[in-house]
Each structure stands twice: as C-alpha cells, then as structure tokens.
C-alpha cells in the first residue's frame, strides 16, 4: 500500500516562497518516477515538475527557473522548494508516484498527470 502525506502548504505574500514536502510509505520510492501537480479548482491538473529514479527532473515553462524539485532516498521524500512566488502559483499541490517506471524517461510524458497512479491528498498554496 502506498501512501503520499504533503505539507508545507500555507499562504504566502508575492514574491515569497515555500517548500513542499511530501513523505512517501513505499518501498519503490528510489525507484519511483515522481511528480508534483497543481490544480486550480474549476480547472485542468497541471504537471509542475517531475524528477526520476536517477535525478533527472523537467520542469513546466511557467516555473521554470523558481521551482525545484529535490528527493531524499534515505528519507523517502519529495521536496518542490517554489521561490518568487505569484497569484498564478495558488492551486493545490499534489504529490505524485508512478510505481511502474521503468526508467523510460520522457520530459513531457512525465509531467502529465496520467503518468502516475498513486497520489496524496493535496496541499493548498494561496498566493496574494
């Protein structure tokens, strides 16, 4: 059974910035394709950034160059530090894993939300 717990969420001025965490109970964690994705309510998920088993990591144009997606093996968890932070970036985080990769990276396929078939319950980010 595989479990994905965010936190780190909260509400931030313009400008500032945040750190999501996200811990994973599974034993495929180093092995794992795993992803943030945001959704504004009313709206279609967005694939934020995505990082594999072997640290490559792709990122949407719209964050590009203020996030960064990071993970500790030892600690099975994902991090998304967001930096320069704007009202665009409010939506609910989620934290993603697909247990079947298989090492096929593909920058845009990995982003998309059907990559993944575990996800958490989500972590909201409010930007003002």
């Known amino acids: 059974h595989v479990q994905l717990v965010e936190s780190g969420g909260g509400s931030v001025q313009a400008g500032g910035s945040l750190r999501l965490s996200c811990a994973a109970s599974t034993g495929t964690f180093r092995s794992a394709c795993m992803g943030w994705v945001r959704q504004v309510s009313g709206k279609e998920h967005e694939g934020v950034a995505s990082i594999d088993s072997d640290g490559l990591t792709t990122y949407a144009d719209s964050v590009k160059g203020r996030f960064t997606i990071s993970k500790d093996n030892a600690k099975s968890t994902l991090y998304l530090q967001m930096n320069s932070l704007n009202p665009e970036d409010t939506a609910m985080y989620y934290c993603?894993?697909?247990?079947?990769?298989?090492?096929?990276?593909?920058?845009?396929?990995?982003?998309?939300?059907?990559?993944?078939?575990?996800w958490g319950q989500g972590t909201q980010v409010t930007v003002s």
């Open positions: 993603a894993l697909d247990g079947t990769y298989g090492g096929d990276w593909d920058a845009d396929r990995v982003l998309s939300r059907t990559e993944y078939n575990y």
